[in-house]
């Protein structure tokens, strides 16, 4: 099964969590993607991104969560690419079956993101439309990965979240 992350963070160099996280990864041999070094100019090639796709049997969106979604460019990217006739609608099937792993990296602890929480809104809650993609494309949504309290972690504990993400996505 060939796993391929697709990191959509501005800064992962500025980023302790997406950074480890991604670096774990890439040194168990999984292809990481980042999408904002490859279209710094927001320009996606979208052939290139369906073929990246089409080659991906289990696809990880790694991101921080801005404004309590996505950024923007992992916006700007399911828009363009996700197009009808290729992922979904009639004859659109490109992504049928295949596996999505949503990791996702967020500053406030978890218990802020509980109903009685600082936010009063879950992060399954937040994730919710991106998974619902899922009813035109036929992707197949594992339970996400989600990290949070990124601002208050302890380097020990960074390193061991890291080696759980990879763990992660050695399970099939």
């Not at 992350?5 to 800064?11: A, D, E, G, V």
């Not at 992504?95 to 602890?109: C, E, F, H, W």
Request: proline content about 4%; glycine content about 6%.
């Amino acid at each position: 099964m060939t796993t391929r992350i697709f990191l959509f963070h501005p800064n992962p160099d500025q980023s302790r969590a997406n950074k480890a996280m991604a670096q774990a990864a890439a040194e168990q041999g999984i292809e990481v993607r980042n999408l904002y070094a490859l279209y710094p100019d927001g320009k996606i090639d979208v052939k290139k991104e369906q073929a990246a796709l089409t080659a991906t049997d289990r696809i990880v969106l790694q991101f921080p969560m801005y404004w309590y979604s996505m950024p923007s460019l992992m916006k700007e990217w399911l828009d363009q690419i996700l197009e009808y006739g290729w992922a979904y609608g009639s004859s659109g099937d490109a992504l049928q079956g295949k596996q999505v792993l949503l990791a996702v990296t967020q500053g406030a602890g978890a218990q802020d993101y509980t109903a009685n929480g600082r936010f009063h809104v879950t992060t399954q809650e937040l994730l919710k439309p991106i998974e619902t993609i899922k009813y035109h494309t036929g992707l197949v949504f594992e339970e996400p990965f989600v990290l949070s309290g990124v601002l208050n972690l302890s380097n020990e504990k960074l390193a061991q979240e890291a080696a759980n993400y990879v763990g992660c996505l050695q399970e099939s």
